[in-house]
Nanobody, 124 residues
Framework: QVQLVESGGGLVQAGGSLRLSCAPS????????MGWFRQAPGKEREFVSG????????SYGDSVKDRFTISRDSGKNTVYLQMNSLKPEDTAVYYC?????????????????WGQGTRVTVSS
């Protein structure tokens, strides 16, 4: 069982930036493909971004392309989501997830392990 811990959420004004971090709470046997999802009140969980275990391939949801950047530091076993030019519609709880699969996937049902989430609030 992999336990993921997110950090970095908070309150920011529109146009501002935040960086989210995600790391396993314990030692992991092997690296996983990782994803960031978000869920706003009354809405379904939405794919934000994903990165392969090697870091060689990334994917982004249409609403965050050119504003968010995902990366990973294998040495620190940490995945980051740099969020720039934030908008009020980015307000949500952001979740980190790990996928044991081979291909980078975007469906929340494809991910095996989830963190508790970190709240991001963007004020207008």
């Amino acid at each position: 069982q992999v336990q993921l811990v997110e950090s970095g959420g908070g309150l920011v004004q529109a146009g501002g930036s935040l960086r989210l971090s995600c790391a396993p709470s314990g030692r992991t046997v092997r690296p996983y493909n990782m994803g960031w999802f978000r869920q706003a009140p009354g809405k379904e969980r939405e794919f934000v971004s994903g990165i392969t275990w090697s870091g060689g391939s990334t994917s982004y949801g249409d609403s965050v392309k050119d504003r968010f950047t995902i990366s990973r530091d294998s040495g620190k076993n940490t995945v980051y989501l740099q969020m720039n030019s934030l908008k009020p519609e980015d307000t949500a709880v952001y979740y980190c997830a790990a996928d044991r699969g081979v291909r980078l996937r975007i469906g929340p049902q494809d991910y095996d392990y989830w963190g508790q989430g970190t709240r991001v609030t963007v004020s207008s």
